[in-house]
């Protein structure tokens, strides 16, 4: 083998470092970067990532608001369609992860996953809820944060639906929710 011009690796990596990162004049939509920062919050434990919403709501509240949109959340379960959560539950291992997750959830939220759950296990994971109550809040945050990483990497092997479809109902229940409080207001 011989060893390939100096030339010919600095086109290669010109080459890379274009298609990686893009030419320096290329400008990233505004849009795109609240997606990009709204997938890296989603990661946060929810306390970090409410402060860190509620920092960028101080400097823009239109923008603090797009990313609260974006967001998916362990609470937007309650968006999935009733297979798509039966896919996810069939995933996680153990079950004692998801009993400390559903620590403190709305009980609509319990009601879903209990619902989607098979028979045989039911009763498994609710005496795991049972044995976990004693959770701390630490320990439910990475719990919640582990199923969302789950979800996602269950999207992009495409065995759920894209979370955008679950996203875009949980915009949709927001904005009949605000319809119906300036009804409730007049």
Same mark, same amino acid.
């Given at each position: !083998? $011989? &060893?390939?011009?100096? @030339?010919?690796?600095?086109?290669?990596?010109?080459?890379? /470092?274009?298609?990686? !990162?893009?030419?320096?004049?290329?400008?990233? /939509?505004?849009?795109?970067?609240?997606?990009?920062?709204?997938? &890296?919050?989603?990661?946060? &434990?929810?306390?970090?990532?409410?402060?860190?919403?509620?920092?960028?709501?101080?400097?823009? =509240?239109?923008?603090? /608001?797009?990313?609260?949109?974006?967001?998916?959340?362990?609470?937007?379960?309650?968006?999935?369609?009733? =297979? #798509?959560?039966?896919?996810?539950?069939?995933?996680? #291992?153990?079950?004692?992860? !998801?009993?400390?997750?559903? @620590?403190?959830?709305? %009980?609509? !939220?319990? *009601?879903?996953?209990?619902?989607?759950?098979? $028979?045989?296990?039911?009763?498994?994971?609710?005496?795991?809820?049972?044995? +976990?109550?004693?959770? +701390? *809040?630490? #320990?439910?945050?990475? *719990?919640?944060?582990?199923?969302?990483?789950?979800?996602?990497?269950? /999207?992009? #092997? %495409?065995?759920?639906?894209?979370?955008?479809?679950?996203?875009?109902?949980?915009?949709?229940?927001?904005? &009949?929710? @605000?319809?119906?409080? =300036?009804?409730?207001?007049?």
């Amino acid at each position: !083998l $011989d &060893v390939p011009s100096y @030339q010919l690796l600095w086109k290669f990596h010109r080459e890379l /470092e274009l298609h990686l !990162l893009g030419d320096d004049g290329d400008k990233i /939509e505004e849009s795109q970067q609240i997606f990009k920062l709204s997938r &890296v919050l989603e990661m946060m &434990v929810s306390d970090t990532r409410k402060t860190v919403v509620e920092m960028i709501s101080s400097q823009d =509240k239109t923008s603090a /608001e797009k990313i609260k949109q974006l967001i998916f959340s362990f609470n937007d379960l309650l968006y999935m369609s009733n =297979k #798509d959560l039966g896919s996810l539950l069939i995933e996680i #291992d153990p079950l004692r992860c !998801l009993a400390i997750a559903m @620590q403190g959830i709305s %009980e609509e !939220l319990k *009601e879903k996953i209990l619902g989607s759950i098979s $028979d045989r296990l039911k009763p498994r994971l609710e005496e795991e809820i049972t044995n +976990t109550s004693d959770s +701390t *809040e630490e #320990d439910i945050q990475k *719990e919640q944060g582990n199923i969302i990483q789950l979800c996602r990497q269950l /999207e992009k #092997d %495409e065995k759920i639906s894209p979370l955008a479809v679950n996203i875009k109902k949980k915009q949709e229940s927001g904005f &009949v929710q @605000q319809e119906s409080n =300036k009804e409730e207001l007049k």
